[in-house]
């Protein structure tokens, strides 16, 4: 630090900006006008909306799943589903009163989002940028909430001079921690406009199907020049292409193919149900087959309504103790005492059992491998 860095005077700045200016170190900046920045709010109101609707959501969710109701559907939020939610039934009024308000208020978030979202679309045509939002909506991934997001928050694209820039400016190029021979890069940086960056991911997810025209894109260009229309095509193109030579390289597929197992290798409570692992400790626990337990892990019946896919009910209450209390040494720490015949298959020891248990290691294979 130099002498004289911590005054700061409006002299020393003007000087300071003159120096850099003088440089080239400057770098100028694009300003919106009063239109530009009420379409950004407008937009930005309706993403805050999308996220109490997801909160609203999910304590709707929160709810049915801690009274064990569970829906069975193949997707949540669709007509069917809210059809069943009529059908869930509470034997306390309180809880009916509950279900019905987290209802409303998921019905009031969805009518707040749709409310936004004709707005915009009503907006758009009126608008400066609105040729611009139009000719990305070409691209595959891109509808008109998309294409609007990006132009809002991004604005004149003209300012980058190539793609590079803008992916940059957005967060969306690797890190690099390099030192001389080695290189090391790791994720996105993740700088810049999170909405916009959220948006442009969400739409690249559909580039991992092989490359066509669809009838929504197809409406979609009738209205664009036959320039755009190419350049749209030779963009998706390359961008499956991409994806696909990725993908035979070993990249991973989807987004969770860690899910089901945390990095130190152990379950933990939330891990999926009627996984392998999970039978062989509770098998002989509850003195049944290991076919017997993936079964009933799958459709459990609690009343009228399942429990499948519940980590909180889907196994029933053991009622015999791993540990005999009366035996020397039992409970945390008393791992010696374990019965052989309470561990199923033979490929499980004892001091495996302990281990994946959260147990230490009986005596006898401490001292073996103190040993060694």
Not at 19 to 43: F, N, Q, S
Not at 61 to 85: K, V
Not at 219 to 238: F, G, H, M, N, P
């Amino acid at each position: 630090m130099k002498a004289g860095d911590r005054v700061k005077t409006d002299r020393r700045d003007a000087m300071m900006l003159a120096k850099l200016h003088r440089a080239g170190e400057l770098t100028p900046i694009w300003i919106p006008d009063a239109a530009h920045e009420a379409m950004r709010d407008l937009v930005r109101a309706r993403e805050t909306a999308v996220r109490v609707l997801s909160k609203a959501r999910q304590r709707l969710q929160g709810f049915l799943l801690r009274h064990d109701w569970i829906y069975h559907g193949a997707r949540a939020w669709t007509l069917a589903y809210h059809r069943w939610l009529t059908t869930v039934r509470f034997d306390h009024p309180a809880q009916q009163i509950v279900l019905q308000d987290y209802i409303h208020a998921v019905q009031d978030a969805e009518a707040r989002r749709d409310r936004l979202t004709q707005q915009i679309e009503e907006l758009l045509p009126n608008w400066s940028m609105a040729s611009v939002a139009a000719a990305l909506q070409a691209m595959r991934g891109i509808a008109v909430v998309v294409a609007v997001t990006v132009v809002a928050e991004v604005g004149d694209f003209r300012r980058f001079t190539n793609a590079r820039q803008l992916m940059a400016y957005l967060g969306l190029v690797p890190s690099e921690h390099s030192s001389g021979s080695r290189v090391r890069r790791g994720g996105i940086t993740k700088i810049g406009n999170s909405l916009a960056r959220r948006v442009l991911i969400e739409g690249v997810w559909t580039y991992r199907m092989p490359a066509r025209v669809s009838r929504k894109i197809h409406d979609r260009l009738e209205q664009l020049s036959a320039a755009i229309r190419d350049t749209a095509w030779k963009a998706q193109a390359r961008l499956c292409a991409r994806y696909s030579r990725l993908a035979a390289t070993g990249k991973p597929k989807g987004r969770g193919h860690h899910r089901y197992r945390s990095r130190d290798g152990r379950l933990h409570l939330g891990d999926r149900p009627g996984r392998p692992t999970c039978a062989r400790l509770i098998t002989p626990l509850n003195r049944i087959s290991e076919e017997e337990a993936d079964e009933e892990s799958k459709v459990r019946t609690a009343g009228d309504r399942t429990t499948a896919g519940n980590p909180r009910a889907c196994y029933e209450p053991v009622h015999e103790p791993m540990l005999d209390p009366t035996r020397p040494g039992a409970g945390r720490g008393g791992c010696q005492q374990l019965p052989a015949e309470f561990i199923a298959g033979p490929a499980v020891s004892p001091s495996q059992g302990c281990r994946l248990m959260g147990y230490p290691d009986p005596p006898s294979t401490t001292a073996a491998h103190a040993s060694r």
